[in-house]
């Protein structure tokens, strides 16, 4: 069935790069997203990468994307303590005519960021 | 700023009450979504609406309805609350992109 996986759990210094990894399995995502969650908040669309993309840059952000693999990675230059916080990566449903809110989400990257 | 507006952020229900979760967009999109987020199990989708008063199952209906009767609301109902559906609520609403609301922790005891 779909799902998709990442890791739960990343530690980084203050300063460092960030890589959170995510695989999928429905091949026909037509978007692969990027939320952010902070403590006892919603969601935050952080960036999400049409998948006829391979790379999608944003800032201090940067979304790869091999379709061959269905492999998702989010990349956070410079990371600062502000960015810890849980990152889900969502693929979106294949069958249901581009209705992007039908999402498939991981179960969530805690970023931990420290001084 | 484009907004989903849940109506609480905390709630506290007895076992076998009706309950009433609301949200509201001001994006005008058509499609609109109720999750639900546990530890260790990630955000499942409850159900789904495509356009007013329509609805549509998502993985884990059982135990929930919705309402669709204005396209800027959605709501879901838990039509007898139980302990197990002690959880955190999450709407959505979407065009290209998802925009969720800020949630509502809801404690059923």
């Known amino acids: 069935g779909e799902d998709v996986e990442q890791s739960l759990f990343l530690s980084v210094r203050e300063g460092d790069s960030s890589v959170i990894n995510c695989t999928y399995t429905d091949s026909s995502s037509t978007y692969l997203y990027w939320y952010k969650q902070e403590p006892g908040a919603g969601l935050q669309l952080l960036t999400y990468?049409?998948?006829?993309?391979d790379m999608k840059q944003d800032q201090r952000l940067t979304v790869l994307l091999n379709k061959k693999d269905k492999h998702l990675s989010l990349r956070i230059a410079d990371t600062q303590t502000g960015d810890s916080a849980i990152y889900f990566c969502a693929e979106s449903r294949g069958n249901y005519g581009g209705s992007q809110g039908n999402l498939i989400f991981g179960k969530g990257t805690k970023l931990s960021v420290k001084p | 700023d484009v907004k989903v507006t849940q109506s609480s952020r905390y709630l506290v229900k007895r076992t076998g009450e009706k309950v009433f979760l609301e949200c509201v967009q001001d994006?005008?999109?058509?499609?609109m979504f109720w999750y639900r987020q546990d530890p260790g199990l990630g955000l499942r989708l409850i159900y789904f609406?495509?356009?007013?008063?329509?609805?549509e199952k998502g993985d884990i209906p059982e135990g929930y309805s919705v309402s669709r009767e204005k396209k800027e609301r959605f709501s879901l109902i838990l039509e007898s609350a139980s302990t197990n559906q002690t959880s955190m609520y999450l709407c959505?609403?979407?065009?290209?992109?998802?925009?969720f609301g800020q949630g509502t922790r809801l404690t059923v005891v």
């Open positions: 994006m005008d999109h058509e499609n």
């Open positions: 959505a609403s979407s065009g290209t992109e998802a925009f």
């Open positions: 990468i049409f998948s006829n993309m």
């Open positions: 609406s495509y356009d007013v008063k329509m609805k």
